[in-house]
């Protein structure tokens, strides 16, 4: 073999998950997910909420301004630990077995998923029926998938 019948690998392309196994169930499976998730969220945050109580006494009031930015820093923390992490998963991701991927085979790293839950929040307050654009897009993505290039696929499939 020769220099010249060498092919480049450049990692997996949309079509990699075109194959039906990657997405059968995924939109069901990533609600669910999300369901899963804010519980765990809150749970975070009524534990970070009683800490803070203590930590405020100790900074004569000083602390309690944490309450502001409470859940937004939990839940913000929350997506860049898990989905940023080696799974590519949130907690309710992982249950439902579901991952964030990237089309470039790159890993997801915190601050893709970081930006992913931003612009999930931010389709959320400008227009919610944005997120019905999985039901039309190719390989059921939501439109922060479309601009960061990920798509959620099944973890527990492999083609």
Do not use: C
């Amino acid at each position: 073999m020769n220099a010249n019948d060498q092919t480049v690998n450049d990692g997996p392309t949309s079509s990699t998950y075109d194959h039906w196994r990657y997405l059968d169930g995924v939109r069901t499976k990533r609600i669910l997910a999300f369901l899963i998730d804010y519980v765990m969220v809150a749970m975070l945050v009524v534990l970070a909420a009683v800490v803070i109580f203590f930590v405020g006494f100790i900074t004569l009031g000083a602390g309690w301004l944490l309450y502001l930015i409470l859940a937004p820093l939990v839940a913000l923390s929350y997506v860049g630990w898990t989905m940023g992490g080696p799974n590519q998963a949130t907690w309710g991701m992982q249950i439902m077995r579901i991952k964030l991927v990237r089309y470039d085979g790159q890993p997801i790293d915190w601050m893709t998923a970081i930006v992913h839950a931003v612009l999930f929040w931010a389709t959320m307050a400008i227009f919610a029926p944005l997120l019905l654009a999985p039901l039309f897009l190719e390989h059921k993505r939501t439109l922060h998938d479309l601009a960061l290039g990920t798509v959620v696929v099944r973890s527990d499939v492999s083609v």
